[in-house]
């Protein structure tokens, strides 16, 4: 489990984990035993004790994540920050880029198809590799999944659940589109990180059933592996190294990961390490060109949220093109903040971008289309659009909502999250539809039938014939 502040002595870390997986350790005296299954993911976490720890996380406007955490100071953010304790931050993130291995998850009692997958996480002698937060290059699966098996897989853990939300995608009138290269099919979502969802976000109407990550996790990847996206945009990832890195490597992916440097995940007991951005890639598609991880600065100073930039090259035409995901800081009060992290991000964007490289953002900005930030992006000089503004009538107003929550303070429903792309290069050629109130139901988000509090959005992209 990871712990605040990391431990740095390499001594101590290697004597933890050969505990870890002894099952000596303190850590393992306080779980339950996982529950035995056959699937290929296993059981990697079955629910903590009864104990829900109170208040919100870090998903959605009106959360109630510790405002001051995301500066690395305590009080309110006009006070003048104390430059130790800013100090001490940073070396903490430092710290935690180079021990993100710190935890041994069981991934199930059984020898199963995936394990040569999953194993490579781990080193012979069990102890986790040191990852860095940065670009994996040329890493390729050692045993390749089959995306239809695993689908199968994944429908058969969840037969007793409830069918997950049916979605159809709206078909846009095309433009026209350069005939050389197969549409760009993007992901974007916030997932909920399985720390907060379990023991912070406090959703009242949500069975604490629904949210045990030995059958979540497949929730999450049926999703995935249904619409079987070129690109996916993750945010609230804490279960990268245990699942989705090694799982979705296995289908093809390249995966980078940058965590929130003081992430709410780590003052749960029960944790996974810290979440942060996620994005991933098809290689088979595209080729990296240059990859740039920030945290973004607000007020000139460092904060608790994150953004992933990459350039990649298209292998069909060689056309080059950038792909970024953030997750901007949530809760209400925190608007000109938002405004501020927002003009970071655009600044970096264009910096990257240069000369009218094409674009597309993914994101979890925790704004409403009324916000600054929301404004910052329709009119800034890299000429983006919203790709879901496209499901209306008039092609100008969002979605109604993209999370839907229910928590003691009453209920939540808003348009947070985004796809933003460059009018100039692409064109939208379709886009899934978002579910109904009535599909979703009395008790919203997150359910038994849907993983996260947030909906995903799926926008498929071709070149407009301007990049020929």
Known sequence: MYQVPARLCATLLQ????????????????????????????????????????????????????????LGVQGPISQAPDETKLRDVVNCEKDRNGLQGDRVCSMGTSTNR???????????????????????????????????EL?????????????????????????????DCRPIKVLQWNILAQALGEWKDNFIKCPREALNWSERKYLILEEILTYRPDILCLQEVDHYFDTFQPVLSGLGYHSTFFPKPLSPCLDVEHNNGPDGCALFFLRERFELIDSVSLRLVAKLLQTNQVAIIQTVRCIETSRIFCIAVTHLKACSGWERFRSSQGCDLLQNLENITGAG????VCGDFNAEPTEDVYKQFTKSSLNLNSAYKLLSE????????????????????????????SQHAFAVNRLLSLPTEEQIGPN?????????????????????????
């Not at 393992?28 to 996380?57: C, I, M, N, V, Y």
């Not at 359910?447 to 014939?465: A, K, N, R, V």
Request: glycine share 8%; proline share 10%.
């Open 394 to 421: 008039d092609g100008q107003s969002e979605p109604p909502f993209t999370t839907w929550k229910i928590r003691p303070s009453g209920e939540s429903c808003h348009t947070l999250d985004y796809i933003w792309y």
């Open 151 to 179: 689908l199968k897989e994944c429908q058969k853990v969840l037969e007793n659940r409830p069918p997950r939300l049916q979605r159809d995608f709206f078909y846009l009138k095309k433009s026209s589109q350069a005939g």
């Open 444 to 468: 919203r988000l997150p359910s038994f039938h849907y993983p996260s509090d947030h909906l995903s959005l799926i926008c498929e992209f071709s070149f407009l014939d301007q990049l020929d």
């Open 114 to 148: 995936l394990y040569s997958t999953l194993a490579p996480t781990i080193s012979d002698n069990g102890i986790p590799q040191s990852q860095e937060f940065v670009v994996e290059t040329d890493l390729e699966p050692v045993d390749p999944t089959d995306p239809n």
């Open 357 to 360: 490289t094409p674009l597309i």
């Open 15 to 70: 004597r933890d984990l050969l505990q870890l997986m002894s099952g000596s350790s303190p850590a393992f005296r306080h779980r339950p035993p996982p529950r035995k299954t056959d699937s290929a993911l296993g059981a990697s976490d079955t629910a903590a004790p009864e104990a829900a720890a109170a208040g919100g996380g870090g998903g959605g406007a009106g959360g109630s994540v510790s405002a001051a955490a995301d």
